[in-house]
């Protein structure tokens, strides 16, 4: 069966989460005629409904949402036919008890609440096949049905499982992995605190013990988790794939959870969709949705992706649910669609008046079509009307950021030397430099080729494999720009600490080695001198010694006082930094400015608080250019504004919050006129 690469859709998707089955009938007709009002052209169904759709094991009732998919088709408005597995109904938890997930703490989760039981139960799969394929079976030629969308936020809140389901399964992936358990004893280190195994039946999973837990156990542990979650979607996969050649999804929760590897998950989805929602504490939440769309843009190798969930306004799950202000939303939807987006969606199409989310944002509000809520959907829904042509074009960049979520979970087991030390702020530390430099970056792993980018930075990287390393290194040798932030190349896959010390697999290519970590204690801080000036760092230093770099900075109190902070090695064609310390955002900016001139890299002197991202498609280049500050500001270019079809000839300008999408001419056919 072929399957389609996207969605049977004109021009840009644009709608959301619709639940018609929490609401009576009558209002079904009026959600559709605002959607049409609206501009809506696609909507996702079904994602939470398995218990209104097959209402006794095995007994289906479809009469509902028959009704529900042709009144949208009728109406010209497309559907993402969800499959309801993330949230298994009350027959289920009734008919088959054991199969409910457990907590670390040997707590067993019931119903009553949104989430999966066990990824490895058998009844459970037997379910999901069940389900998914009378789904696919019934509608999978509708001619409303264009996408699939298999579960609902994988790991979200239900990922770690320690049912005896779940410790069967482990031990066969253990075996499957190591093949003896001699294997497994040299990999999780297991003559440290006598923890040896000679039997498989012996090796548990890392449940509640008196102590902190092998590492290497949790890190595996972590692994097995992603694994069985993927396979529970391959599971639903194959059984809509047997009647159905839509494209297939699942919706990420990129730089919200890293609970799944977002890299290996990308392989298994036709199409990559993401939900992001702002944090409300982050007083710049644009920098933090543009690592997500940045970040859901590289997973899925630079092709074009969905988001698939976002909010109108305030969500209801966070200390403080903070509303967007006049503009804010369509500032944030067109920051995704320039990012890669062809995508624009919400949760949800129409608020709920009951359950846990009712205090959640919606296309249209509790306060009905007559507010500004709904006037501004309306309004994006024109603006994405006028964008269609945008659609495929593709996003490249110079800078590559790396972004490892097995580092990632290994950097968060216990005992590490600082708590004060974060994969999370490092990341944003560096891409926040990145994006106020408008500069657009890609992320991706080590083990990728990098050979294309100028710059790799490396903020994070705790867990690096000698091969990555390797790989890294001639990266560097071949004439690329690293920069390394402290606490890198820590580790190997097992978390063992690598022989020769700490990033000692970079040694070459860093020209250095870190003899000791020296973390300060809570609120001290010192400082670090560079190039005549001093800026403010904290948290860390480290004793380095240098064999072929050179000293860029060095610390100015502290436990490294004097001692190199910042160096700079060259190898080959290539130069490679180290920043063994946090400096301040000052300081970090005097750092990458001398690393931007190693990577021929210029800052395009964009105005402060202004976001620019280029697409480029067959025909023609998309600036999309956002003001997310307060004053006017203007920018150098010339095309077709297609939001107000004004001609820009030589400077754009946008008013304090204004959004703008500049069609003009490919660069490289521009000059060579």
Same mark, same amino acid.
């Given at each position: ?42 909507? =996702? ?41 993330? #949230? ?6 009734? !008919? ?21 039981? =066990? ?7 037997a ?7 009378a ?32 410790v ?11 093949? @003896? %358990? ?8 297991t003559a440290?605190?006598? !923890?040896?195994y000679?039997?498989?039946?012996? %090796? ?39 009647h159905?050649?839509?494209?297939? @999804? ?30 409300a ?14 970040? #859901?843009?590289?997973v899925?190798?630079?092709? /074009? ?7 109108t ?15 804010? &939303? ?23 008046? =009951? ?43 110079d ?19 600082s ?11 560096f ?22 980018y ?6 994070? !990287? ?31 896959e ?35 001198a ?16 240098l @064999? ?7 610390? %100015?109190?502290? /436990? ?14 290539? @130069? ?15 750092? &990458? ?51 107000? !079809?004004?001609?820009?000839r ?10 703008? %999408?500049?069609?003009? /001419?490919?660069?490289a ?5």
């Amino acid at each position: 069966m072929t399957t389609a690469e996207w969605p049977r859709l004109e021009g840009i998707a644009y709608g959301g989460d619709y639940n018609p089955e929490q609401w009576p009938r009558e209002v079904w007709d009026e959600d559709v005629r605002l959607m049409r009002e609206a501009g809506v052209n696609l909507v =996702s169904i079904g994602i939470f409904s398995w218990g209104l759709l097959e209402v006794r094991e095995g007994v289906f009732d479809f009469g509902w949402l028959d009704d529900v998919i042709d009144l949208l088709h009728r109406n010209g408005i497309a559907v993402d036919l969800g499959t309801p597995t993330a #949230s298994p109904p009350a027959w289920f938890f009734a !008919q088959y008890p054991d199969a409910r997930a457990v907590t670390r703490d040997g707590v067993a989760l019931g119903f009553g609440a949104r989430g999966m039981v =066990s990824h490895s139960a058998p009844e459970y799969r037997a379910a999901i096949a069940r389900i998914a394929g009378a789904l696919a079976e019934r509608y999978g030629d509708h001619p409303a049905v264009v996408l699939w969308h298999i579960h609902n936020e994988y790991g979200v809140p239900v990922g770690e499982d320690y049912s005896s389901h779940s410790v069967r399964a482990w031990r066969g992936w253990l075996q499957e992995r190591y093949g @003896t %358990v001699a294997a497994l004893n040299v990999a999780w280190g297991t003559a440290f605190w006598g !923890q040896h195994y000679e039997e498989w039946e012996h %090796v548990g999973a890392p449940a509640a013990a008196p102590s902190t837990i092998n590492p290497a156990q949790k890190l595996d542990f972590a692994r097995f988790t992603d694994a069985q979650l993927r396979a529970c979607f391959r599971i639903e996969k194959d059984a809509i794939r047997a009647h159905a050649a839509q494209p297939i @999804t699942t919706n990420f929760m990129a730089n919200q959870h890293h609970g799944v590897d977002l890299w290996a998950w990308a392989d298994e989805v036709d199409i990559v969709s993401d939900d992001h929602y702002l944090w409300a504490a982050d007083a710049e939440g644009e920098i933090g949705l543009a690592i997500a769309a940045d970040l #859901s843009r590289s997973v899925g190798a630079g092709k /074009p992706w969905i988001l698939m969930e976002h909010s109108t306004s305030a969500v209801n799950w966070q200390p403080r649910n903070v509303a967007k202000r006049p503009g804010e &939303m369509a500032r944030n939807s067109l920051s995704h669609l320039g990012r890669g987006a062809d995508g624009i969606l919400f949760f949800q199409w129409r608020a709920g008046r =009951s359950g846990a989310e009712k205090f959640h944002s919606a296309m249209l509000p509790h306060a009905g079509p007559d507010s500004r809520v709904f006037r501004e959907v309306v309004d994006l829904g024109a603006k994405l009307g006028r964008l269609g042509e945008v659609r495929g074009s593709r996003v490249t960049a110079d800078v590559a950021v790396l972004w490892d979520f097995e580092s990632f979970w290994a950097q968060d087991l216990e005992w590490r030397p600082s708590e004060d030390v974060s994969h999370d702020e490092r990341i944003r530390a560096f891409y926040e430099r990145l994006w106020r430099d408008d500069i657009t970056v890609d992320f991706a792993l080590p083990s990728h080729d990098l050979i294309g980018y100028r710059l790799v930075v490396a903020p994070a !990287q705790y867990l690096l494999t000698a091969r990555d390393a390797a790989l890294l290194t001639d990266y560097v040798r071949g004439g690329g720009t690293l920069v390394v932030s402290f606490f890198s190349a820590v580790v190997d896959e097992n978390d063992a600490v690598h022989p020769g010390g700490f990033a000692a697999p970079l040694a070459e290519a860093l020209g250095l080695r870190v003899e000791e970590h020296l973390p300060l204690r809570q609120g001290d801080a010192a400082a670090i001198a560079l190039g005549g000036e001093r800026y403010g760092a904290d948290v860390w230093q480290e004793d380095l010694v240098l @064999t072929t770099a050179e000293a860029r900075a060095r610390y %100015v109190g502290g /436990p490294a006082d004097g001692q190199p902070a910042v160096t700079r090695n060259a190898l080959g064609d290539g @130069t490679a930094w180290y920043v063994s310390t946090r400096p301040d955002a000052e300081g970090l900016r005097a750092i &990458m400015t001398e690393v931007y001139a190693d990577a021929g890299i210029t800052p395009a002197g964009t105005p402060a608080g202004v976001e620019t991202i280029l697409r480029s498609g067959d025909d023609a280049d998309y600036l999309v250019a956002i003001n997310h500050g307060a004053a006017e500001a203007s920018l150098e270019t010339s095309g077709v504004d297609l939001l107000t !079809q004004r001609d820009i000839r030589g400077k754009l300008v946008l008013a304090g919050g204004d959004v703008a %999408v500049v069609r003009r /001419p490919h660069a490289a056919k521009e000059a060579g006129r």
